[in-house]
T-cell receptor, first 115, second 114 residues
Framework: NAGVTQTPKFQVLKTGQSMTLQCAQD?????MSWYRQDPGMGLRLIHY???????DQGEVPNGYNVSRSTTEDFPLRLLSAAPSQTSVYFC??????????????FGPGTRLTVT | QQQVKQSPQSLIVQKGGISIINCAYE??????FPWYQQFPGKGPALLIA?????SEKKEGRFTISFNKSAKQFSLHIMDSQPGDSATYFC?????????????FGKGTKLSVIP
């Protein structure tokens, strides 16, 4: 199993550009989520999904869109990048039991810089 | 409003010493308290977790102590090793809200020196 994979690992965008961060898992997990990590801020939930076709907002959803058309994939779209979106982005997944016990498996992260 | 306050921000401990990281919360609806460990360049990984009906949970060298009345919980790492050097995050969950969202503390960077 590859676990949770994220691409790209690094990305530099100009203000106003759009892009999609990719996340995939091969563990047949129902639950997937996106977090951003900023220095001294911990991790903050952006969006999450409890299954294909079902998504919901987390703590900091503005400026981001998600969709979940398959169990495996959960892409995060930045609609119009802003410098405030410079961050490290983590995707996580868990089984239903894992969600209830909060054992989420995190990907390696995507480091995004917006200039 | 920061719902989970974590301290210290950084910690340096000698090999073999005890590392102690503290967290405090305000929302009494929180009912699950996991700790995550993150190594540089990696995603966080679940280390140990506790529910408020238990005052202490131990797994190997890692122990969570929980004080419900004070709304505080802490992570103790006994016999700290250089391989424990990482950033540690406490978190809290209100499972009754149905969203299972993790609210993280800001993290503690632990350095264990030989």
């Amino acid at each position: 199993n590859a676990g949770v994979t994220q691409t790209p690992k690094f990305q530099v965008l100009k203000t106003g550009q759009s892009m999609t961060l990719q996340c995939a898992q091969d563990m047949n997990h129902e639950y997937m989520s996106w977090y951003r990590q900023d220095p001294g801020m911990g991790l903050r939930l952006i969006h999450y999904s409890v299954g294909a076709g079902i998504t919901d907002q987390g703590e900091v959803p503005n400026g981001y869109n998600v969709s979940r058309s398959t169990t495996e994939d959960f892409p995060l779209r930045l609609l119009s990048a802003a410098p405030s979106q410079t961050s490290v982005y983590f995707c996580a997944s868990s089984s239903r039991d894992g969600w209830l016990s909060y054992e989420q498996y995190f990907g390696p992260g995507t480091r995004l810089t917006v200039t | 409003q920061q719902q989970v306050k974590q301290s210290p921000q950084s910690l340096i401990v000698q090999k073999g010493g005890i590392s102690i990281i503290n967290c405090a919360y305000e929302n009494t609806a929180f009912d699950y308290f996991p700790w995550y460990q993150q190594f540089p360049g990696k995603g966080p990984a679940l280390l140990i977790a506790i529910r408020p009906d238990v005052s202490e949970k131990k797994e190997g060298r890692f122990t969570i102590s929980f004080n419900k009345s004070a709304k505080q919980f802490s992570l103790h790492i006994m016999d700290s090793q250089p391989g424990d050097s990482a950033t540690y995050f406490c978190a809290a969950v209100n499972s009754g809200a149905g969203s299972y969202q993790l609210t993280f503390g800001k993290g503690t960077k632990l350095s264990v020196i030989p």
